[in-house]
């Protein structure tokens, strides 16, 4: 075959293999299998090693584009990541501890945590680090304030749609609710936020950042069936952490400072679990509240 024949029986097989990979919906197969058959003949790899190679790029770059959709569902006001956290200047946040929950494991068993700390001590950096762990994870992860939750169950109410919006936070497998305590709900919000909250109830995980201890959360306190706040007693030699019964399981409580009634985290953490700790003091991370 003469080298123009020789061409044009190559341009017809590009277009061919353009016009499937488009009619298969495989955009990375047709941007780069020219460039990966060129690379093959280089190399002198097999016809099942070049398709193989194809193939491994598009499920990569399809897995790149799940993952940063993902990211941009959950709607995180800005990204943030566990190494860029200075653990070495908050000894009373143990590294162990947010390694194990890093993993995810507490989310797979419905389980909650709760960060709570003056502003500017790290929790909404904490949290949103975990919730971005758990998105490169393939879940379903939602950032909100309560403020934010709030006026958007007011305004769906509004505009009956509210048991659509409750009905896509349940299926959320994980709910980061930022700011708890901050700002004063409106009339008739704190009963939506916790209709929400009711039907997530051991149907996914939840993490929530606050500057209030639980004997604060009057909020709680005031809308059922969240009524019940279990607040562990302090002993001479140790402060019981926290847990919010009924919300059913709740992972490490981490705080910044000691609300009362409420015990640090210190220490390495063995998985996903209330714990106990010294009573260091105040922590300064880098960024975030």
């Known amino acids: 075959m003469s080298t123009p024949a020789r061409n044009a029986q190559t341009a017809a097989l590009e277009a061919l293999i353009e016009a499937h990979a488009v009619e298969l919906k495989l955009p990375t197969v047709r941007r780069r299998f020219k460039a990966l058959a060129a690379e093959a003949t280089r190399e002198q790899q097999t016809p099942l090693a070049y398709l193989a190679a194809l193939l491994e790029a598009e499920i990569a770059e399809r897995a790149e584009r799940r993952e940063k959709r993902r990211l941009i569902d959950a709607r995180f006001p800005q990204i943030k990541r566990l190494q860029d956290f200075r653990f070495q200047d908050n000894p009373t946040v143990p590294q162990a501890t947010i390694a194990a929950l890093a993993e995810g494991s507490w989310i797979d068993d419905r389980e909650s945590v709760i960060f709570i700390g003056d502003s500017g001590t790290g929790k909404t950096m904490l ?41 896509r936070y349940a299926r959320t497998e994980l709910l980061l609710c930022d700011e708890l305590g901050y700002l004063a709900l409106p009339d008739g919000a704190a009963e939506l936020v916790f209709q929400v909250l009711s039907e997530r109830h051991e149907r996914g995980s939840l993490i929530i950042t606050t500057n209030l201890p639980f004997g604060e959360w009057k909020l709680l306190c005031q809308a059922p069936p969240f009524k019940m706040v279990a607040r562990g007693r302090r002993s001479p030699s140790r402060d019981a952490a926290t847990r919010l019964a009924s919300l059913g399981p709740v992972g490490p409580l981490l705080t910044a400072r000691r609300p009362r ?28 509240a």
């Open 127 to 167: 949290a949103t680090a975990l919730a971005v762990c758990a998105c490169h994870q393939g879940r379903r992860v939602r950032f909100t304030t309560l403020a934010g939750l709030a006026n958007e169950l007011q305004e769906a109410q509004g505009n009956r749609e509210l048991a659509r919006v409750v009905g």
């Open 261 to 288: 009634g409420v015990g640090h985290l210190g220490g390495a953490g063995r998985g996903v679990r209330p714990c106990h700790g010294s009573s260091g003091g105040r922590s300064h991370p880098t960024g975030g």
